[in-house]
T-cell receptor
């Protein structure tokens, strides 16, 4: 298995532009997580899905952020409009089972820079 | 509120010595405590985890201990090697969804 696949690896955009990050979880995993990592705030959970259904989106910073999981093998995180403070590494992770207390398999991350 | 405190933020040890990183958590109902290692520019990877029905778990040079009464758990690395240099994160499951709450991370430096 190729593991969790994220794209793009790097994204540089200008303030106000729309950004879409993509994730393909490991086949057979029931749960998918979007995390944001910065030096100041560490690892923050933005949203997690179980069986394609959003379970907890309380970590989504504001309405500019949205996430979808149209099927078991694909998820997107969209930022519209983007702002410089959104610059961070965004990780997608997946796990087996229905609970959050299972091993997380992280993707390689997307380094986002908003100028 | 729900939080996990991790100490120290940076730890420098001589190669071959032991390293200990400690975390405390706020929710006595927490039942899952993983440790992740993140090398520079890489993804976090699980190195060991423990559940609340166990007090200690070992995997070769790595061990985790859990004290539920005191609400703290620790990562122990023995016979440290250069490849152990990384940032280590602890986490604890909390809340109605047993979400993982993460510590701020410890940068471990192994001196040759």
């Amino acid at each position: 298995d190729a593991g969790v696949i994220q794209s793009p690896r790097h994204e540089v955009t200008e303030m106000g532009q729309e950004v879409t990050l993509r994730c393909k979880p490991i086949s057979g995993h029931n749960s998918l997580f979007w995390y944001r990592q910065t030096m100041m705030r560490g690892l923050e959970l933005l949203i997690y899905f179980n069986n394609n259904v959003p379970i907890d989106d309380s970590g989504m910073p504001e309405d500019r952020f949205s996430a979808k999981m149209p099927n078991a093998s694909f998820s997107t995180l969209k930022i519209q409009p983007s702002e410089p403070r959104d610059s961070a590494v965004y990780f997608c992770a997946s796990s087996t089972g229905d609970a959050t207390n299972e091993k997380l398999f992280f993707g390689s991350g997307t380094q986002l820079s908003v100028l | 509120g729900e939080n996990v405190e991790q100490h120290p933020s940076t730890l420098s040890v001589q190669e071959g010595d032991s390293a200990v990183i400690k975390c405390t958590y706020s929710d006595s109902a927490s039942n899952y405590f993983p440790w992740y290692k993140q090398e520079l520019g890489k993804r976090p990877q699980l190195i060991i985890d423990i559940r609340s029905n166990v007090g200690e778990k070992k995997d070769q040079r790595i061990a985790v201990t859990l004290n539920k009464t005191a609400k703290h758990f620790s990562l122990h690395i023995t016979e440290t090697q250069p490849e152990d240099s990384a940032v280590y994160f602890c986490a604890a499951s909390m809340g109605s969804n047993y979400q993982l709450i993460w510590g701020a991370g410890t940068k471990l430096i192994i001196k040759p």
